[in-house]
Structure formats: structure tokens, C-alpha cells
T-cell receptor, first 109, second 116 residues
Framework: GENVEQHPSTLSVQEGDSAVIKCTYSDSASNYFPWYKQELGKRPQLIIDIRSNVGEKKDQRIAVTLNKTAKHFSLHITETQPEDSAVYFCAASFNKFYFGSGTKLNVKP | GAVVSQHPSWVICKSGTSVKIECRSLDFQATTMFWYRQFPKQSLMLMATSNEGSKATYEQGVEKDKFLINHASLTLSTLTVTSAHPEDSSFYIC????????????FGQGTRLTVV
């Protein structure tokens, strides 16, 4: 099956700084790459996604980039806020969703 | 947005008994449902994929006789942990997609299973 690797496992930034989380995948058939945010005790929620026919997508302070050739994609959060603190998961999908190991983001006020 | 409801939220059972967890899509028809297991501070490990009316597809290393999955309708999938052991204690979470391939997966709230 697909193997998704995610780095870093923890990330601590100062409020207002940017945060970048990187993922790689192994299966070239994967064509859908969502990012989920999971707050403590809550279910994962989709924050942004990208399909393989697009290289970059942006939604306000959040952006995702995809390099199909290198099989890696990244999440960029600008102007971080304390409420961005959570665990973020990347996923790669072709019919099934395989998740990365998660990044615990801590935004310090 | 689409809502997925999972029940129960938590359950404690004795070793050797079976436990059933339900995953329901409340306002859409879920063509595919996924079952995950999440260990503390770890990722979502895909256990199986189920499509309505057909047998579930299990990931490598997941015992199909231990984790019985039934997807009897477009709005309900169940996971039954049979002959539970303490090592089965974990957080189980389902997700569902609707319609076309590679669209957003909506998650249930998860079930905390403790086997004593």
C-alpha cells in the first residue's frame, strides 16, 4: 500500500510566524492530497486539499504545494495564531486514504 | 457540511467479549467508509475499506476475523471487535466519502475502546 511520511513530528512557532509541514508519498497512483487538523479530543477536519493536476492551492493563510515528480507535498500556514495549535495530518489517496504520522503544531502567544 | 456519527463514543468491555461500533452518515449517502485505529500520539492507521453491499477490503496485517466489518446500507457501517483482548484497546475512528472518488472524507467522532 501507500507509505506517507510526515515531518516534523512537532513544531513550535511564535505567533505570527509561518509554519511548514512536509510529506512524501510512495505510490505514484495517488492523486488526491488532503490535509486534516485534529484538535485535542475532536475528530479530524479537512482544512485544505489538492489534486494531482494542480501544483499549488491557497486559502487565506493556508497553502499547499505539490511536486508530483518528487512525490512530496507541503502545508504552509502564514501568520500563525494560537488557535492554529493542533495536530495536522497529511494524507495521500487513490480510492483509499493513507495518513502521515502527524505534526503537533504549537503556536506560542 | 456532511455529518458522520459514530457510536458509542467510549466503551469498556471484558476480555473475550465482542463489541460493535456503528458509523452513520447522517445527511448523505456514503459510498465508501473507512475504519481507522489511532494509537496515542500516533497517526490514523487504515484498517479496512468498506463499500455498501460488498465485502470489506482489509489492509495487510489486519485480521478480518477479528475485526468484522459490515456495510449493510449507504448510511451505516459497523465494526465488530470479536473476542476482544486488552491489546485491542485503542481509539477507533471511521470516515466516509460520498459520490465521486477522491473527495473529502468526513470523520466520525471516534470510539475509545478499553478492554479489561
Amino acid at each position: 500500500g501507500e507509505n506517507v511520511e510526515q515531518h516534523p513530528s512537532t513544531l513550535s512557532v511564535q505567533e505570527g510566524d509561518s509554519a511548514v509541514i512536509k510529506c512524501t508519498y510512495s505510490d505514484s497512483a495517488s492523486n488526491y492530497f488532503p490535509w486534516y487538523k485534529q484538535e485535542l479530543g475532536k475528530r479530524p477536519q479537512l482544512i485544505i486539499d489538492i489534486r494531482s493536476n494542480v501544483g499549488e492551492k491557497k486559502d487565506q493563510r493556508i497553502a499547499v504545494t505539490l511536486n508530483k515528480t518528487a512525490k512530496h507535498f507541503s502545508l504552509h500556514i502564514t501568520e500563525t495564531q494560537p488557535e492554529d495549535s493542533a495536530v495536522y495530518f497529511c494524507a495521500a489517496s487513490f480510492n483509499k486514504f493513507y495518513f502521515g504520522s502527524g505534526t503537533k503544531l504549537n503556536v506560542k502567544p | 457540511g456532511a455529518v458522520v456519527s459514530q457510536h458509542p463514543s467510549w466503551v469498556i468491555c471484558k476480555s473475550g467479549t465482542s463489541v460493535k461500533i456503528e458509523c452513520r452518515s447522517l445527511d448523505f449517502q456514503a459510498t465508501t467508509m473507512f475504519w481507522y485505529r489511532q494509537f496515542p500520539k500516533q497517526s490514523l492507521m487504515l484498517m479496512a475499506t468498506s463499500n455498501e453491499g460488498s465485502k470489506a477490503t482489509y489492509e495487510q496485517g489486519v485480521e478480518k476475523d477479528k475485526f468484522l466489518i459490515n456495510h449493510a446500507s449507504l448510511t451505516l457501517s459497523t465494526l465488530t471487535v470479536t473476542s476482544a483482548h486488552p491489546e485491542d484497546s485503542s481509539f477507533y475512528i471511521c470516515s466516509a466519502t460520498q459520490g465521486t472518488l477522491n473527495t473529502e472524507a468526513f470523520f466520525g467522532q471516534g470510539t475509545r475502546l478499553t478492554v479489561v
